[in-house]
């Protein structure tokens, strides 16, 4: 009976380690770091949308149940490399928070977002969708671009060249 328990116990823990080397980044055998998403209000988010310090800000509205939006992030991540010093991109999603565990931060992971991801999570877009900019309908994807000088919305998908293009207009 004792070697029973004894091999159950062996059994058991070799389980674990097991387990827990499924863990491992696979390239480098270090433990994955479980990152934190940064979920906000619309007050909490507002200091996202204005600025006082020499920086063009790009954020970014969208969801990873939007097909157009998903196919512009790639875009978005390119201008966030390319202009690094001058740029901050911000990108803001609109998932449902019962969604940020199984689809949001395995998409983030997946895709490797480099851009700064938060998630906002206030169900009175009615409120909030007109102090974004006031002819807002809603629809996403949508982008707000600004600096502490000018500040342009658009309610659009881009392509590289579009974007680029309207952010050179403001680092002018």
């Known amino acids: 009976m004792k070697y029973v328990l004894f091999v159950i116990l062996v059994v058991f823990f070799s389980c674990k380690d097991v387990s827990e080397k499924k863990q491992l980044d696979e390239t480098n055998g270090v433990l994955e770091k479980e990152f934190t998403l940064e979920v906000y209000d619309f007050d909490g988010l507002q200091k996202f949308l204005s600025t006082t310090d020499d920086k063009t800000?790009?954020?970014?509205?969208?969801?990873?149940?939007?097909?157009?939006?998903?196919?512009?992030?790639?875009?978005?991540?390119?201008?966030?490399?390319?202009?690094?010093?001058d740029?901050?991109?911000?990108?803001?999603?609109?998932?449902?928070p019962s969604k940020y565990e199984t689809k949001l931060?395995?998409?983030?992971?997946n895709k490797n977002l480099q851009s700064k991801v938060v998630a906002l999570n206030d169900v009175d877009s009615n409120s909030w969708i007109p102090k974004v900019d006031e002819s807002w309908t809603g629809a996403i994807p949508a982008t707000?671009?600004?600096?502490?000088?000018?500040?342009?919305?658009?309610?659009?998908?881009?392509?590289?060249?579009?974007?680029?293009?309207?952010v050179k207009q403001f680092l002018k």
């Open 105 to 109: 931060k395995p998409y983030i992971k």
């Open 87 to 96: 740029v901050k991109v911000i990108l803001v999603s609109l998932d449902f």
């Open 144 to 166: 707000v671009i600004f600096n502490k000088n000018k500040r342009e919305f658009y309610e659009k998908s881009f392509d590289y060249e579009e974007l680029e293009i309207e």
């Open 57 to 85: 800000y790009v954020v970014n509205f969208w969801a990873t149940w939007c097909a157009p939006c998903v196919k512009e992030l790639p875009y978005f991540e390119k201008l966030n490399t390319l202009y690094s010093e």
